[in-house]
């Protein structure tokens, strides 16, 4: 009978190591959206739908791992806090910064975008994992929540 237990542990720490990669090694601290804004739009840019990206970072906040949480449509993907925080959560992270991408090529959020964040946000203040901006990327242009709306 332990040895079953071990070996259930085993599994249950490769399924953990897989659901959430890490970088090799952590980069530079993110302490400006627009640094996160490129990282965002190299990754997601130009994809045909829309993808949501967590970045999970540590104390300095640095970028620890990411995951894309959803992959929709052209103009939607259904996104949960839990799916949002469950590598968060796996990755021991201080802090997220989410993005996703507008296809449709204008980074403008959605009243679903706002609503979304501010459920995010919620979620993060009760479980203790600040989510540091909300990103929006359409080719190059980007648009940033903590920067109070604006697009560059």
């Known amino acids: 009978m332990p040895e079953t ?8 720490r490769l399924i953990k190591t897989e659901l959430v990669p890490r970088v090799s090694e952590p980069g530079p601290a993110i302490k400006e959206p627009l640094v996160a ?4 739009a190299a990754l997601i840019g130009s994809k045909d739908r ?8 540590d104390t ?7 995951e894309i949480a959803a992959i929709g449509s052209l103009n939607a993907a259904i996104v949960h806090p839990r799916e949002v925080f469950k590598g968060a959560i796996l ?10 991408n507008h296809p ?15 459920r995010l ?15 929006i ?8 929540a903590r920067l109070g709306g604006e697009t560059w």
Not at 104 to 118: K, L, W
């Open 60 to 66: 300095r906040h640095r970028v620890q791992s990411f």
């Open 121 to 135: 946000e919620q979620v993060g203040e009760l479980i203790g994992i600040e989510v540091l901006d909300l990103l």
């Open 91 to 100: 990755a021991n992270a201080h802090a997220i910064i989410c993005g996703h």
């Open 104 to 118: 449709s090529g204008d980074p403008t959020p959605s009243e679903d975008d706002c609503e979304m964040h501010r």
């Open 137 to 144: 990327v359409a080719g190059t242009r980007c648009w940033s």
């Open 37 to 40: 804004g490129k990282e965002l």
């Open 50 to 57: 829309e993808h949501f990206v967590v970045f999970h970072l």
């Open 5 to 12: 237990k071990t070996r259930a542990r085993k599994c249950l």
